[in-house]
């Protein structure tokens, strides 16, 4: 999935910033019960078409709707409020949600690759009529739901996302498989078409990690340039230099700034309150400005 849904800044203040946090609770729902009802079309259709690949790949959905569960408690948990305890708030456990996800489709990717593989040795024969009409419910159920969490910008919607378009993509295969071997016996199509997706799952599982774990060892932000914030702040009103300056992220959405700014202003408010303005548009939601005077020697802090 591509990144650019990080390029966009919106400019908020500390009041309505976590709009979106509901938002991602809502989403994650929805598609966990999109896909439970879609289990139970599954069964159904397994029963009925006597399909052992059918009421196998239901049981499948039904470990994504479990692992969907996990994600939407740690998404719920994320919507706390700070306490004693949690200072910063509950805003990282919607990452744990992601690592979790990412972690279960890794594991699940590499195992279909292995069995896709041996089944590219092996051919074994399939349904092709039954699993026709399964796989059109399946692409729009799944479908809706995707389509549900693209607009999502959380890391942990991020992997609920893949879930969900792993199994929409893994319908589109087998829809293609079965109108393809309704003409042509190409049996090897479908294990194929699976190595793909799951290969297409793994780049993406890998950039959803990347993105948690860089948050989790306090990176800047990916959508802030370091280089263009510092220069934003050295042409605030007053501010001499800037130095010690630390910015790292919550979950990749909320940020937090803090740093030593060299004025010797003569109304120290107004210039914190310039500098919090100047941020804003970074999605900086919280600051925290030590001022120092030029005159005093900077002897131990200064990293300028």
């Known amino acids: 999935m591509s990144q650019d849904h990080h390029n966009h800044s919106h400019h908020h203040n500390h009041n309505h910033s976590h709009s979106h946090d509901g938002n991602a609770t809502k989403n994650i729902s929805v598609a966990f019960f999109l896909n439970l009802f879609f289990v139970f079309i599954e069964v159904a259709g397994g029963l009925f078409t006597n399909s052992i690949a059918i009421l196998s790949d239901a049981l499948h959905d039904f470990g994504d709707c479990l692992s969907l569960a996990v994600a939407y408690a740690f998404q719920k948990k994320a919507t706390r409020k700070r306490n004693l305890q949690y200072t910063y708030g509950y805003r990282r456990y919607s990452l744990l949600g992601s690592v979790f996800l990412s972690g279960v489709l890794f594991v699940r990717s590499v195992f279909v690759i292995y069995e896709a593989a041996k089944r590219v040795v092996t051919v074994q024969e399939v349904n092709a009529g039954g699993m026709l009409w399964i796989a059109v419910a399946g692409i729009i159920i799944n479908g809706a739901a995707a389509l549900r969490l693209k607009k999502g910008s959380s890391l942990n ?87 010690d300056l630390h910015l790292w992220t919550m979950d ?20 914190k309150q310039n500098i919090i303005e100047q941020v804003k548009t970074f999605n900086i939601d919280h600051v925290t400005i030590e001022l120092e005077n030029p005159e005093v020697d900077c002897q131990h802090k200064c990293e300028a």
Do not use: C
């Not at 393809?180 to 199509?189: G, Q, R, S």
């Not at 990749?252 to 210039?271: A, Y």
């Open 157 to 243: 919607e991020r992997a609920v996302f893949l879930h969900i378009m792993e199994d929409v993509l893994g319908w589109v295969a087998v829809l293609i498989a079965s109108i393809v071997m309704m003409f042509i016996h190409l049996p090897v199509l479908d294990p194929l078409l699976s190595i793909g997706i799951s290969l297409w799952v793994l780049t993406n599982v890998y950039r959803n990690l990347r993105a948690s774990f860089k948050i989790m060892l306090q990176a800047t932000p990916e959508d802030v340039d370091m280089e263009h914030l510092e220069e934003e702040l050295r042409e605030v009103d007053e501010v001499v230099s800037v130095h």
């Open 252 to 271: 990749g959405e909320s940020h937090i700034m803090t740093l030593h700014v060299v004025s010797n202003t003569s109304n120290p408010e107004k210039l």
